[in-house]
């Protein structure tokens, strides 16, 4: 079993003018990765001004859905560490989710096939979201590798802003699937 805790930043356009851009949200993102006999397990904790984050309430039927991250979304990402395939798990807090493999840096997106359910839970505090946990099967050319992984959020406050979260930010714009964003390391040989 492979642990690693994270912190998420936030994302910030460099170079712009105080005042010029979305209030910043006073949240913090914080949680635990686990890979362990074929899966991810991740747990993203949501502290701070929670009261203004906009989540979806919990589906009473979750299902697979498309573009989770329109609105708030929690991601992980893995990858080999060579080669340009990965995959991409976005969870929502009405524990809606989906799993996609792509060939290389943003081509030939596809649902991953291998993975026809993900386990989400959430827990509450004062109505708002304190922490989803989730249990994510690897696909095949996963399994008993060596992986890197990236976490990231996508958090929409109430007045309708996005706001990006992730282990680390590069570029000029947030961007989740840059491979340099994929910076925790688990290797099943060092277990």
């Not at 290389?104 to 359910?117: F, K, T």
């Not at 004062?126 to 249990?135: D, F, I, P």
């Not at 890197?148 to 929409?156: L, R």
Request: hydrophobic share 40%; net charge negative.
């Amino acid at each position: 079993m492979h642990i690693h805790d994270f912190r998420l930043v936030p994302f910030n356009v460099p170079g712009a003018p105080v005042g010029s851009n979305t209030p910043p949200l006073a949240i913090e993102i914080t949680g635990t990765v686990v890979l362990d006999a074929g899966t991810v397990s991740v747990i993203y904790r949501i502290s701070g001004a929670t009261e203004r984050v906009k989540f979806a309430s919990t589906g009473t039927h979750p299902s697979r859905k498309n573009e989770l991250w329109r609105t708030t979304c929690f991601e992980l990402f893995v990858k080999l560490p060579a080669g340009p395939e990965y995959w991409e798990y976005n969870l929502a807090s009405s524990r809606d989710w989906n799993a996609y493999r792509f060939s290389a840096y943003r081509s030939a997106l596809q649902q991953e096939p291998h993975i026809a359910d993900v386990t989400i839970a959430t827990e509450s505090s004062q109505a708002n979201l304190s922490s989803l946990r989730a249990t994510l099967p690897l696909p095949p050319p996963l399994l008993d590798q060596k992986l890197a992984i990236g976490i990231s959020s996508v958090i929409e406050d109430r007045a309708g802003h996005l706001h990006y979260f992730a282990l680390r930010h590069g570029g000029v714009k947030p961007d989740f699937h840059d491979p340099a964003g994929f910076v925790l390391s688990f290797d099943p040989a060092s277990a």
